[in-house]
């Protein structure tokens, strides 16, 4: 070997074992999450459905390679009928110790008083509250030791995961105990899930206020927590009868999806249709695909089923400064 020769194999050997440059996605391992949209009318009429979709999920866990699920709220339709909740219960139990999920109240999950929702939560928190949770190793914690605000934590792929679930129509202070949240975990991607935040066409912008709760909108929410956390790369919500979803640019110039998904104003509330989110590091793509366990089908056409793009790959890390050679005695 010639010294150039020698010389550009040394350098190259440096290159290819520096060990520290390493990629999030670099399992390549496909993975699945789950969104289940409204239940509000299985609880209340069609338990079975319900229970036939958590059930769907527990069987697919190792096909679909499901990591996490993602309830989208209004889990009851009446929130002071306790056996809704018991029916929510003995749905979501059958998840209990086979994947970490995470729970949201909608408008429907707050006692009505005086005409309309309050931020009274009290059945929501008995069935699904922080003492449901708290012994799991993937529970981050909550907001007011009330569940109605919650983060919770998965891994799947070598990538870090934080989903941070915000109540219906936010309050400001909410906003910005789930800001200190994003910023205190720059290493995770954050799903922020919320009841109300789409319509079929955009943000909402006002419809949340008509309530009469005080708190922000969809628009407020993106203006004040999402654009801000360069971390936070997926909305999803539901409330709104429809499949719509835009992907907007925050303030650091990253790419964000906002997904509405809601099927409560089909056949038997529902049918039981529910979204399966493929993540396929490998191709850096997010496929969103619909589902019933009930019909035993696919809902395949217009905004049911649909692709994303999102960088599963981060940029390489910069290897270790070499220690200072030790002092000369
Ligand atoms: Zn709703």
């Avoid at 789950?34 to 069609?46: A, G």
């Avoid at 509250?129 to 891994?155: A, C, M, Q």
């Avoid at 066409?201 to 309530?211: E, F, L, M």
């Avoid at 599963?312 to 050679?325: D, H, I, L, N």
Wanted: hydrophobic content about 35%; charged content about 20%; glycine content about 8%.
């Amino acid at each position: 070997m010639t010294r150039p020769a020698l010389l550009l194999a040394l350098m190259l050997s440096c290159v290819v074992t520096v060990p520290s440059i390493l990629f999030a996605g670099e399992t390549d391992e496909s993975f699945s999450i789950v969104l289940l949209p409204d239940t509000q009318n299985y609880s209340e009429k069609f338990p079975d459905t319900y229970t036939q979709q958590t059930v769907w999920i527990r069987q697919n866990k190792e096909t679909e390679n499901i990591k996490f699920v993602i309830h989208l709220g209004d889990v009851v339709q009446t929130a002071a009928v306790e056996e809704q909740w018991v029916n929510a219960h003995k749905s979501m139990r059958l998840l209990d110790g086979i994947l970490p999920y995470s729970m949201v109240p909608g408008n429907h999950d707050q006692v009505n008083e005086g005409g309309g929702p309050t931020r009274n939560t009290t059945l929501y928190n008995k069935y699904f509250g922080p003492d449901r949770f708290e012994l799991e190793s993937w529970y981050g914690g909550n907001f007011e030791d009330k569940n109605d605000n919650n983060y919770v934590f998965f891994e799947a792929a070598g990538i870090k995961f934080m989903v941070i679930s915000l109540e219906f129509c936010p309050r400001n202070e909410v906003l910005r105990w789930a800001g200190n949240v994003a910023k205190k975990h720059p290493d995770h991607q954050v799903i922020m899930a919320t009841h109300s935040y789409l319509r079929s066409d955009g943000r909402d912008t006002g419809n949340v206020k008509s309530y009469g709760l005080s708190g922000n909108t969809g628009e407020e929410l993106w203006e004040k927590f999402v654009s801000k956390h360069p971390n936070v790369f997926m909305v999803v919500c539901g409330h709104i009868g429809a499949s719509y979803n835009q992907t907007s640019t925050n303030e650091a110039g990253k790419p964000v999806h906002e997904i509405l998904v809601d099927y409560q104003n089909l056949e038997n509330g529902g049918d039981g249709w529910l979204r399966v989110l493929e993540f396929t590091p490998s191709e850096n793509k997010v496929r969103a695909k619909t589902y019933s366990p009930v019909v035993n089908d696919f809902k395949t056409e217009g905004a049911h089923q649909y692709e994303l793009d999102f960088e599963m790959t981060r940029a390489p890390v910069a290897p270790e400064k070499e220690a200072a050679a030790p002092a000369i005695p």
